[in-house]
Antibody, heavy 119, light 109 residues
Framework: QVQLVQSGAEVKKPGASVKVSCKAS????????ITWVRQAPGQGLEWMGW????????NYGQKFQGRATMTTDKYTSTAYMELKNLTSDDAAVYYC????????????WGQGTLVAVSS | QTVVTQEPSLTVSPGGTVTLTCASS?????????PNWFQQKPGQAPRALIY???NRHSWTPARFSGSLLGGKAALTLSGVQAEDEAEYYC?????????FGGGTKLTVL
């Protein structure tokens, strides 16, 4: 069965970076991409971007360009999302989801990773 | 800045029918925006319901249907059950980028 298992909760100081992992299993990793989505407390879902696990090509939301870096490791079927220069506005639950490109769809989701930002 | 707009909240009676909509600030939503719909309950990850306007995932109950309605993407729930009370999000594609709507809180009362 398809599973996406994310890394555990993180507490970071303002200005620091966080790197969240998403380990996939149960399907051919390179046949799909990974989308990253975040959700601030009490707020809606926010699309951050996606990465092709085949080519490593990325597409970032405008808000995250230059500050988020999405990478993928085909050999361990793991995707990563690093966010730099954290502020309190980055405190959120971060989700990864399997992304089928044609047609575009996020079907299976990780359990989410809570990132807290506090001095 | 593209904005995707959903009704903030809707209320439906058990067994009833309700339609949620998803509008784009760029104009009419067409199939080329590949509308997706997700359900999220408190403390849980989102669950995919519909992709590419009207296609159900294998786990999506038949009472959920997607369509285009009056220039918007729409999600219709027929025969609503108590367990359908949740937040619902649409997601539209704009070339390589994607944008979520603000979500609709559906109350079953």
């Amino acid at each position: 069965q398809v599973q996406l298992v994310q890394s555990g909760a993180e507490v970071k100081k303002p200005g620091a970076s966080v790197k969240v992992s998403c380990k996939a299993s149960g399907y051919s990793f390179i046949d799909y991409g990974i989308t990253w989505v975040r959700q601030a407390p009490g707020q809606g879902l926010e699309w951050m971007g996606w990465i092709s696990n085949f080519s490593g090509k990325t597409n970032y939301g405008q808000k995250f360009q230059g500050r988020a870096t999405m990478t993928t490791d085909k050999y361990t079927s793991t995707a990563y999302m690093e966010l730099k220069n954290l502020t309190s506005d980055d405190a959120a639950v971060y989700y990864c989801a399997r992304f089928g490109v044609i047609p575009p769809r996020e079907d299976y989701w990780g359990q989410g990773t809570l990132v807290a930002v506090s001095s | 800045q593209t904005v995707v707009t959903q009704e903030p909240s809707l209320t439906v009676s058990p067994g009833g029918t309700v339609t949620l909509t998803c509008a784009s600030s760029t104009g009419a939503v067409t199939s080329g925006y590949f509308p997706n719909w997700f359900q999220q309950k408190p403390g849980q990850a989102p669950r995919a319901l519909i992709y590419s306007t009207s296609n159900r995932h294998s786990w999506t109950p038949a009472r959920f249907s997607g369509s285009l309605l009056g220039g918007k993407a729409a999600l219709t729930l027929s025969g609503v059950q108590a367990e359908d009370e949740a937040e619902y999000y649409c997601l539209l594609s704009y070339g390589g980028a994607r944008v979520f709507g603000g979500g609709t809180k559906l109350t079953v009362l």
